[in-house]
């Protein structure tokens, strides 16, 4: 990995985001900064105001956040020096009167994090920009789930990625995974599907990059990247619901996703289905995951004869090409999401539900089916992810991106 000066980024404390207010103006939908723990508070509520409205004047970032103009423009300063923002070329006037303003955005040129997402058969590895746009990524198809090979072999595929940035820098590595994760201690806890437990992650992958390794749930990591960079950035409860081999979900409210202890919190793989007739490995019968599995659904389709392989993608293929079986399939299956999501609403009353499901990015008739099982009464407030095209890429990098954003003067410009 490159060893070129660049910022790095710290693991940030609870205290720091849960310091961040929801929304409390109308004109914003980025928090206003508290009292507690200003200056981790204010700088993030800066950036973000960037972020959100970039190229924005300085002396708008004041007006949307609460700060002293002299703050902000203190903010911005360091922010640029530290590469994260530049000053758009040309000045603007504010209704053709007084000083010209020098807008500021997020400069996407020069920093990049890196991603990972291990799934049960491939892990992808990605570049983002400091938008979450994805710069570059790779699919690596896992011959074994050994820990140590796979993650060897993420490090590798992020050397790759980097040697062929020229002028890109890393600041740090997200990873994102299923199961059980814990974000403190940077461990998948446990993975029954790839047979993990107990694996240091973040260790061994900073070990073999050099780079600022944080890791969490690929649900948690989705809801992060929905509140950065997509509709759930008005600080509001959002509930996301990602139903892949892996079936969970994450929960967030003024802005802080909740982790329990441990990061425990949205392990929903046992929750029983009303009528299911799926084994479950844990001996019983009916389980949310062993019901709504993209394994079970390839199952099912390679028994109808509709597809071979475990590729969730070509029963979508089949369905796109008028296979009245793969149809069938999928929108039973977005229904069974939806009332299985009606459950979960039922409990935490979220304002938006996201749901990460291959029929619903897809097909509207199977996003029309989620909808129908989550009921009439609450069918608006349920969405498609955001990153339709690069969800697995994105989830990897939301998680370096989110220690950014909640602590961006954390960075240091040393050498790593």
């Known amino acids: 990995m490159p060893r070129a000066a660049a910022p790095t980024l710290a693991s940030p404390s609870l205290s720091a985001s849960s310091s961040l207010p929801s929304r409390t103006s109308s004109s914003s939908r980025v928090p206003r900064a508290a009292d507690s723990d200003r200056r981790r508070t204010s700088a993030s509520v800066v950036l973000r105001s960037v972020l959100e409205h970039g190229p924005v004047a300085r002396s708008t970032i004041a007006r949307l956040t609460g700060l002293s103009p002299a703050s902000v423009t203190d903010y911005c300063a360091r922010f640029a020096e530290l590469g994260l923002i530049r000053e758009e070329s040309v000045p603007r006037r504010s209704n053709g009167v007084g000083r010209p303003h020098v807008p500021v955005d997020v400069d996407p040129s020069r920093f990049v994090v890196a991603g990972v997402h291990v799934a049960v058969s491939y892990t992808t590895v990605a570049l983002l920009d400091l938008r979450g746009r994805v710069v570059s990524r790779r699919e690596l198809a896992h011959e074994h789930t050994d820990p140590g090979w796979v993650l060897a072999r993420a490090a590798e595929g992020l050397r790759a990625l980097l040697d062929g940035a020229p002028g890109r ?26 047979g993990w437990r107990d694996v240091p992650v973040r260790d061994v992958l900073r070990a073999r990059t050099g780079l600022p390794v944080h890791v969490d749930g690929h649900a948690r990591a989705l809801v992060n990247a929905e509140r950065l960079f997509g509709p759930a950035r008005d600080g509001g409860s959002v509930l996301h619901l990602f139903v892949g081999n892996v079936v969970d979900a994450a929960f967030a409210t003024n802005d802080e996703v909740h982790h329990g202890p441990r990061s425990q919190s949205g392990a929903i793989a046992h929750l029983p289905v009303p009528g299911g007739t799926e084994a479950c490995d844990c001996g019983r019968t009916g389980c949310l995951q062993a019901e709504l599995s993209e394994r079970t659904l390839c199952r099912r389709a390679r028994e109808a004869g509709v597809v071979v392989g475990t590729n969730p993608m070509h029963v979508v293929t089949a369905a796109a090409g008028g296979d009245p079986v793969a149809v069938r399939l999928l929108v039973q299956r977005a229904g069974a999401v939806g009332r299985a999501a009606r459950l979960l609403l039922d409990v935490l009353n979220p304002e938006t539900v996201v749901v990460t499901e291959v029929g619903v990015i897809y097909r509207e008739d199977c996003l029309a089916a989620l909808r129908e099982g989550v009921g009439a009464d609450r069918a608006a407030s349920v969405v498609p992810t955001s990153f339709p095209d690069s969800v697995l890429a994105v989830a990897g990098g939301a998680v370096a991106l989110d220690v950014l954003y909640r602590d961006p003067l954390a960075a240091s410009p040393q050498a790593i």
Request: charged letters at 20%.
């Open 169 to 194: 820098r890393a600041l740090g590595v997200g990873v994102a995974v299923g199961g059980w994760v814990d974000r403190e201690s940077g461990t998948v806890v446990e993975h029954q599907m790839l």
